[in-house]
């Protein structure tokens, strides 16, 4: 069983930046897609960005143009930069793995998921 460690969650105001990471446990994805999903209070998890193993990217609507997904060579690892934080960004946010190369929305693609960080701004 692959493990996912999400980490870099935290406090942060409005307008401000953080930088997720998330590490696997294998280097089970180097061929496969990643991603980053959120979870608000209340709310179902929803798809944020992600990136194939070729470095291809797709994001939600509401992140375009404020949040970057990237991964290393190794293929271990996914990063998301978020600038321009918005009140409405506060969520868990969550790193999974792929069981497809090419970077999908569609949640049922993945098949290995992190615990989650917790990602809060103010306004």
């Known amino acids: 069983q692959v493990q996912l460690q999400e980490s870099g969650g935290g406090l942060v105001q409005a307008g401000g930046s953080l930088r997720l990471s998330c590490a696997a446990s294998?280097?089970?994805?180097?061929?496969?897609?990643m991603a980053w999903f959120r979870q608000a209070p209340g709310e179902d998890r929803e798809f944020v960005a992600a990136?194939?193993?070729?470095?291809?990217?797709t994001y939600a609507d509401s992140v375009q143009g404020r949040f970057t997904i990237s991964r290393d060579s190794a293929g271990n690892a996914v990063y998301l930069q978020m600038n321009s934080l918005k009140p409405e960004d506060t969520a868990v946010y969550y790193c999974?793995?792929?069981?497809?190369?090419?970077?999908?929305?569609?949640?049922?693609?993945?098949?290995?998921w992190g615990q989650g960080t917790q990602v809060t701004v103010s306004s």
């Open positions: 999974a793995g792929a069981r497809t190369p090419v970077a999908t929305q569609q949640t049922e693609l993945y098949s290995s």
């Open positions: 294998r280097r089970t994805f180097s061929n496969n897609a």
């Open positions: 990136i194939g193993w070729k470095g291809g990217t």
